[in-house]
């Protein structure tokens, strides 16, 4: 099985200055940052054609605060809010 964050973090502080920006470079071009509306209409997208099914949320990622009403907005411009 693959290594957790935190380790993962732990090795990655571990690298020279000049590897963590290759890594960096590495992981923006094959992994691009994506908005919140995309991420979400992405998932929409897989859940409407049966490609995903997203587990419940649990106390540890349920959303709150600001970032809760962002998703809320976020679901109700993409028709997606239940």
Not at 13 to 20: F, G, K, N, W
Not at 35 to 63: I, Q
Request: hydrophobic share 40%.
């Amino acid at each position: 099985m693959g290594m957790d964050v935190a380790k993962i973090q732990q090795q990655v502080r571990r690298l020279p200055a000049s590897q963590r920006k290759k890594l960096t470079a590495w992981m923006v071009s094959k992994y691009p940052v994506l908005s919140v509306d995309r991420l979400m209409a992405k998932a929409a997208r897989e859940v409407k054609a049966g490609k995903w099914t997203p587990e419940p949320p649990t106390e540890d990622n349920f959303p709150k605060g600001k970032t809760l009403e962002h998703a809320l907005q976020v679901a109700d411009r993409l028709g997606i809010r239940k």
